[in-house]
């Protein structure tokens, strides 16, 4: 399996007008591309092939301006953005989409007319060279005198995956003016440890981010999602203020506007990041082998949610939260299985009766009397659907153990700042 190692560079004033050198020649090489490609594509004929268009460009100056392994990189991944095009095409015309899609763009900014960059790919480890703390790559040929051949850069940051090198990008963020390199790198699978067949599962939800059950474990782990909507809440409040000063001055973005999305999508990913670490561990530490999730894709398309919600439009990135959460159990060694979530929430996980909801975060049983956490339920409705052990829920259930967020990690309220019980009922796996 393939996992991306993401570095900060460092380069100082001469290397930056270098990088920025060869990001134009990129650009400029991007866009002689994407000419060819738009004019066979008005005209009616078939869009070159990636084979084709190395053919062509091979000897123009716009590709001999840059080494052969960035020139053939950036051929490839505009090729590859036809690729794309066509198979949204394919999507729109079944009735998968609700609007056409877009042809690929230039780099350039469509106010001034300038060429800009945002990538620099490198495609093969022959050409550069990482490690903790340097990258070295190779130059054009115009620029190896005056820099002895290869560009070494100082790098700030942590290679997380070690293993087969392949390629790598160097990207521009415009909002920070930072470099960062993104190194791919194949590792090989994790190796599965033999041991008898264990499950849970996962319910995912807004207000309630995700409610864990464990076989074997007689009480669920929540993990709300209040604090993060707070949060999420004031950014989205900043980002108000920001867009109506603008607003006044007649503008429609800033690089602060920019930021301040940016920042919010960053603080995010970081909780949800940090909630799926959290899951593995628990999976790991009660030895679990398969992890049944609810599969929620098209639940926008099926359910009314009204066209101003946003805590369900913005703020529940459920399948960016899904990705992370299989992310951690594959490295972690547990399998994760995708499970219908169609009657999770309205039957009752003793009995199969249907449940009423007399308040939106609980669920009532009329057949048994059980009122447990709606959340809780669910998740165990998902647990006895996927797992064939044909186990039961237990109609004596201890209320749900909640995690809270306290924007640096995932706690109980038991727990202190420094993550030390101060009652022992606290525990987070307390029976």
């Given at each position: 399996?393939?996992?991306?190692?993401?570095?900060?560079?460092?380069?100082?004033?001469?290397?930056?007008?270098?990088?920025?050198?060869?990001?134009?020649?990129?650009?400029?090489?991007?866009?002689?591309?994407?000419?060819?490609?738009?004019?066979?594509?008005?005209?009616?004929?078939?869009?070159?092939?990636?084979?084709?268009?190395?053919?062509?460009?091979?000897?123009?100056?716009?590709?001999?301006?840059?080494?052969?392994?960035?020139?053939?990189?950036?051929?490839?991944?505009?090729?590859?953005?036809?690729?794309?095009?066509?198979?949204?095409?394919?999507?729109?015309?079944?009735?998968?989409?609700?609007?056409?899609?877009?042809?690929?763009?230039?780099?350039?900014?469509?106010?001034?007319?300038?060429?800009?960059?945002?990538?620099?790919?490198?495609?093969?480890?022959?050409?550069?060279?990482?490690?903790?703390?340097?990258?070295?790559?190779?130059?054009?040929?115009?620029?190896?005198?005056?820099?002895?051949?290869?560009?070494?850069?100082?790098?700030?940051?942590?290679?997380?995956?070690?293993?087969?090198?392949?390629?790598?990008?160097?990207?521009?963020?415009?909002?920070?003016?930072?470099?960062?390199?993104?190194?791919?790198?194949?590792?090989?699978?994790?190796?599965?440890?033999?041991?008898?067949?264990?499950?849970?599962?996962?319910?995912?939800?807004?207000r309630t981010l995700a409610a864990l059950a464990v076989e074997?474990?007689?009480?669920?782990?929540?993990?709300?999602?209040?604090?993060?909507?707070?949060?999420?809440?004031?950014?989205?409040?900043?980002?108000?203020?920001?867009?109506?000063?603008?607003?006044?001055?007649?503008?429609?973005?800033?690089?602060?506007?920019?930021?301040?999305?940016?920042?919010?999508?960053?603080?995010?990913?970081?909780?949800?990041?940090?909630?799926?670490?959290?899951?593995?561990?628990?999976?790991?530490?009660?030895?679990?082998?398969?992890?049944?999730?609810?599969?929620?894709?098209?639940?926008?398309?099926?359910?009314?949610?009204?066209?101003?919600?946003?805590?369900?439009?913005?703020?529940?990135?459920?399948?960016?939260?899904?990705?992370?959460?299989?992310?951690?159990?594959?490295?972690?060694?547990?399998?994760?299985?995708?499970?219908?979530?169609?009657?999770?929430?309205?039957?009752?996980?003793?009995?199969?009766?249907?449940?009423?909801?007399?308040?939106?975060?609980?669920?009532?049983?009329?057949?048994?009397?059980?009122?447990?956490?709606?959340?809780?339920?669910?998740?165990?409705?998902i647990l006895l659907s996927g797992s064939s052990k044909g186990?039961?829920?237990?109609?004596?259930?201890?209320?749900?153990?909640?995690?809270?967020?306290?924007?640096?990690?995932?706690?109980?309220?038991?727990?202190?700042?420094?993550?030390?019980?101060?009652?022992?009922?606290?525990?987070?796996?307390?029976?």
């Amino acid at each position: 399996m393939r996992r991306t190692n993401v570095v900060r560079v460092l380069p100082g004033k001469e290397q930056k007008q270098v990088l920025e050198t060869i990001g134009d020649r990129c650009a400029a090489l991007w866009n002689a591309v994407q000419y060819r490609c738009r004019q066979a594509f008005f005209r009616g004929k078939p869009v070159p092939s990636y084979e084709t268009l190395c053919a062509e460009f091979k000897e123009r100056p716009v590709y001999r301006a840059l080494p052969a392994h960035i020139g053939q990189e950036v051929i490839k991944k505009a090729r590859k953005a036809w690729d794309s095009f066509f198979a949204l095409l394919r999507l729109w015309g079944k009735g998968e989409m609700s609007e056409r899609p877009g042809l690929p763009r230039y780099w350039k900014d469509r106010r001034t007319g300038r060429r800009t960059f945002c990538v620099i790919p490198v495609k093969a480890p022959t050409s550069y060279a990482l490690d903790s703390r340097t990258l070295s790559l190779t130059l054009p040929r115009d620029l190896r005198e005056k820099h002895g051949g290869r560009l070494v850069l100082h790098t700030k940051g942590v290679l997380r995956f070690h293993g087969t090198p392949k390629t790598l990008e160097l990207r521009y963020d415009r909002v920070k003016r930072r470099w960062y390199a993104h190194q791919v790198v194949e590792v090989p699978e994790p190796v599965r440890r033999t041991r008898p067949e264990k499950c849970a599962a996962l319910d995912l939800g807004a207000r309630t981010l995700a409610a864990l059950a464990v076989e074997g474990l007689n009480r669920q782990i929540l993990f709300s999602g209040r604090e993060v909507w707070k949060d999420f809440l004031y950014w989205t409040k900043r980002i108000a203020e920001e867009q109506s000063r603008l607003s006044r001055a007649g503008r429609k973005t800033s690089r602060r506007l920019r930021g301040l999305y940016s920042h919010r999508a960053r603080r995010l990913r970081h909780a949800f990041v940090a909630l799926a670490a959290e899951i593995a561990r628990t999976l790991s530490r009660h030895r679990v082998t398969m992890l049944f999730i609810e599969d929620l894709t098209g639940i926008r398309e099926d359910m009314d949610f009204g066209p101003q919600n946003l805590l369900a439009h913005n703020f529940w990135a459920f399948r960016m939260l899904k990705n992370l959460i299989t992310a951690a159990c594959v490295r972690a060694g547990i399998k994760v299985v995708p499970v219908e979530p169609c009657g999770t929430s309205s039957r009752c996980a003793v009995c199969g009766s249907p449940v009423k909801r007399f308040v939106r975060h609980k669920a009532a049983c009329s057949k048994c009397g059980c009122v447990w956490h709606a959340d809780a339920n669910a998740a165990l409705n998902i647990l006895l659907s996927g797992s064939s052990k044909g186990h039961g829920a237990e109609a004596t259930q201890l209320p749900p153990l909640a995690l809270r967020w306290d924007r640096h990690r995932w706690a109980s309220r038991f727990e202190s700042a420094a993550g030390t019980l101060y009652a022992a009922s606290g525990s987070r796996m307390a029976a």
